[in-house]
C-alpha cells in the first residue's frame, strides 16, 4: 500500500493537471499505466485529494482503468493496391482474452469486417490481424477508402470497453484523361479546350502545356504569354480563349495529377487562320449577280410566251355534261358526238 500511495504521489508530481476544488478541497486527477504481477500492462486512475486547510494532508485513491487503445496512425493513407496496417494498440488490459472487433463505417452504416476472429465483408481474403489487435490491409483498393473502428471489450476490466477510429485514404492515380483540342481556329475568335479524368482518387487537378511548356494560370506572369487572354481552371480542366492570336497555335495536352501520380492526353495541334473578307465579299457578290441573271431570264421567257398554255384541240376536247334525256355516244369513225336516242317532245 505504501508503495501504491508513493507511486500515487509521484504520478500527481509528474502531470501537468490544474487542481480542482470540490467542496472546499483540491483533487487532481490522472492516468497512468503500470506493469502488474503477470507482465500485462494495467491501466489505473489515481485520484489524490489536498485539504484546503492541512497542506499535510494527501489523500489518494486507486482503482482499475481496464482497457485502454492507442493507434500509431489515426489518419494513414496508401496507394491503390499497396498494403496498409490500421495499428489498434491495447495499452492497458486486465482480461486475458479480450473480444476485439472491426467494423468499416461508411455512408450506409456500420458493417462488420473482424467479427468472431474471421475477417469478413469486403476485406475478406485481403485482411489479416495482427496480435493483438492491428488491421494489415494486404491489397488495398479504391472501395475500402472509409472510416473503422477498432472495439475491445474486456469483461474482467472494471472499464470493460474501449475503441479508437480510423480513417483510411486509398489513393488512385488517374488514367490517361479525355482532351478535346479543336483543331482550327478562326484569327480573334473564342477557343475551348477542356480535359477530363474521372477515375483518380482524391479529384484530379488539371495542367495544360503547350509545345511541352506548361501554361501558367495566370497569363501575366510569364513572358511567353504576357499577351494571351485565356483562363484556366485547374480544377474543372477547362483552358478558354477569349480570342485567339497567331502564337496561340500550337501542340496542346493535357495532365491529370493527384497524389497518388498523373496522366497525360497525347498532344493535339491547333492552328489559327485567317479570315479572307474580301474573298467572301466576292462570294457574296458572285451568288448576287447569278441570281440576278436567273431572274432576268425567267422575266424575258414569260415575255415571248414560253410559258403560255397550249391551244385547245380534238383530241383533247371535253365532254359537254348531259342533258336530261339525251345520250350522248362518240365513235371511233366519225371523230364526233352523235345522239344515241331522239329528244322525246
Given amino acids: ?57 494527501l489523500h489518494c485513491y486507486v482503482g482499475v482503468l ?15 493496391f499497396d498494403k496498409i496496417e490500421l495499428s489498434c494498440l491495447i495499452e492497458s488490459i486486465s482480461t486475458s482474452n479480450p473480444r476485439i472487433e472491426w467494423k468499416k463505417i461508411t455512408n450506409e452504416g456500420p458493417s462488420y469486417v473482424y467479427f468472431e476472429k474471421k475477417i469478413s465483408g469486403d476485406l475478406e481474403n485481403r485482411a489479416v490481424i495482427r496480435e493483438p489487435a492491428t488491421l494489415l490491409i494486404t491489397n488495398a483498393t479504391r472501395s475500402d477508402t472509409a472510416k473503422y473502428r477498432c472495439e475491445v471489450t474486456a469483461a474482467d476490466d472494471q472499464k470493460s470497453f474501449d475503441e479508437i477510429v480510423i480513417d483510411l485514404v486509398v489513393r488512385v492515380k488517374p488514367v ?10 478562326p484569327f480573334g ?62 501542340a496542346y495536352y493535357c495532365r491529370a495529377k493527384n497524389d497518388a501520380g498523373y496522366a497525360e492526353c497525347p498532344p493535339q495541334q491547333m492552328e489559327i487562320y485567317d479570315i479572307d473578307v474580301v474573298g467572301i465579299v466576292l462570294g457574296v457578290l458572285v451568288v448576287v449577280v447569278v441570281l440576278l441573271c436567273i431572274t432576268a431570264g425567267i422575266c424575258c421567257a414569260y415575255k415571248r410566251g414560253f410559258f403560255s398554255s397550249q391551244k385547245q384541240t380534238g383530241n383533247n376536247y371535253k365532254v359537254p355534261a348531259k342533258g336530261d334525256g339525251v345520250d350522248y355516244v362518240r365513235t371511233e369513225d366519225e371523230g364526233d358526238f352523235r345522239h344515241k336516242s331522239s329528244f322525246v317532245i
Fill in 189 to 250: 475568335k473564342s477557343a475551348e479546350l477542356s480535359c477530363v479524368e474521372e477515375e483518380g482518387f482524391p479529384k484530379s487537378h488539371y495542367q495544360w502545356f503547350k509545345n511541352r511548356e506548361e501554361i501558367p494560370d495566370d497569363p501575366k506572369t510569364s513572358l511567353k504569354f504576357f499577351n494571351s487572354s485565356y483562363t484556366l481552371n485547374s480544377e474543372t480542366g477547362t483552358l478558354k480563349f477569349v480570342a485567339v492570336r497567331k502564337e496561340d497555335a500550337g
Fill in 176 to 185: 490517361v484523361p479525355k482532351c478535346s483540342v479543336p483543331k482550327s481556329v
Fill in 66 to 80: 481496464a482497457v485502454v487503445l492507442r493507434t500509431n496512425d489515426n489518419s494513414p493513407w496508401t496507394d491503390e
Fill in 1 to 57: 500500500m505504501a508503495r501504491t500511495r508513493l507511486a500515487c504521489l509521484l504520478t500527481l508530481l509528474s502531470t501537468h493537471c490544474s487542481p480542482l476544488w470540490i467542496h472546499g478541497a483540491a483533487v487532481q486527477q490522472t492516468n497512468a499505466v503500470s506493469q502488474g504481477n503477470n507482465g500485462r500492462k494495467e491501466g489505473f486512475i489515481t485520484q489524490c485529494r489536498l485539504e484546503k486547510n492541512t497542506s499535510s494532508s
